[in-house]
């Protein structure tokens, strides 16, 4: 029920598509859910986050959907550049205790084709 | 900007020996954690701590223990260094329920 289940594990898009990842958890207590960027070399930098009080989010070309009801949340890249080549991780966690840790899903290899 | 910084981008050990990995973090983050990140098994939570001498076991502590003296410092310990110990370790930090800074880790290998 902790669990963060995250799909494709690699994807391949031409320049100017629009790659989706999508995740899918179980835990109804989720309240932030989180993405991570990471380039080869880099540690995951947090990239956008949304709470699910809201179905979407933007920033710049980066939006979050949200669904609350199946418990799903993707991250689409719209107009997608070879720059946008790196590993994602999507994320949930709980509550607001200290204790609560950030869960993640175990990523997708996202390759932009020039 | 918050820095979180890792001691080593490379290390290479010897079966047997004791490594040390050292993370520092710069903006007075009250969490610290470590993960492994291996191919097709994303990242995985070894320990993580919420206070100076708090530790607490994630996922996988087995074969590693933490110290954390400082607010500010948090290391890794591999008592005795196995070749299933070679992957990339990462340190990361914050504050309260804010998300995670990450440092750009420490690839260890163990021949």
């Known amino acids: 029920q902790q669990q963060v289940k995250q799909s494709p594990q690699s994807l391949i898009v031409q320049k100017g598509g629009i790659p989706i990842i999508n995740c899918a958890y179980e835990?109804?207590?989720?309240?932030?859910f989180p993405w991570y960027q990471q380039f080869p070399g880099k540690g995951p930098a947090l990239l956008i986050a949304?709470?699910?009080?809201?179905s979407e989010k933007k920033e710049g070309r980066f939006t979050i959907s949200f669904n609350k009801s199946a418990k799903q949340f993707s991250l689409h890249i719209m107009d997608s550049q070879p720059g946008d080549s790196a590993t994602y991780f999507c994320?949930?966690?709980?509550?607001?205790?200290?204790?609560?840790?950030?869960?993640f899903g175990k990523g997708t290899r996202l390759h932009i084709l020039p | 900007d918050v820095k979180v910084t890792q001691s080593s981008r490379y290390l290479v050990k010897r079966t047997g020996e004791k490594v040390f990995l050292e993370c520092v973090q710069d903006?007075?983050?009250?969490?610290m954690f470590w993960y492994r990140q291996d191919p097709g098994l994303g990242l995985r939570l070894i320990y993580f701590?919420?206070?100076?001498?708090?530790?607490e076991k994630g996922d996988i502590p087995e074969g590693y223990s933490v110290s954390r003296e400082k607010k500010e410092r948090f290391s890794l310990i591999l008592e005795s260094a196995s070749t299933n110990q070679t992957s990339m370790y990462l340190c990361?930090?914050?504050?309260?329920?804010?998300?995670?800074?990450f440092g750009s880790g420490t690839r260890l290998t163990v021949v």
């Open positions: 949304i709470r699910p009080d809201v």
């Open positions: 903006m007075d983050h009250e969490n």
């Open positions: 994320a949930a966690s709980k509550g607001r205790n200290r204790d609560d840790k950030i869960i």
């Open positions: 990361a930090s914050s504050r309260g329920r804010g998300g995670y800074t």
């Open positions: 835990n109804t207590a989720f309240d932030y």
């Open positions: 701590s919420y206070d100076v001498k708090m530790k």
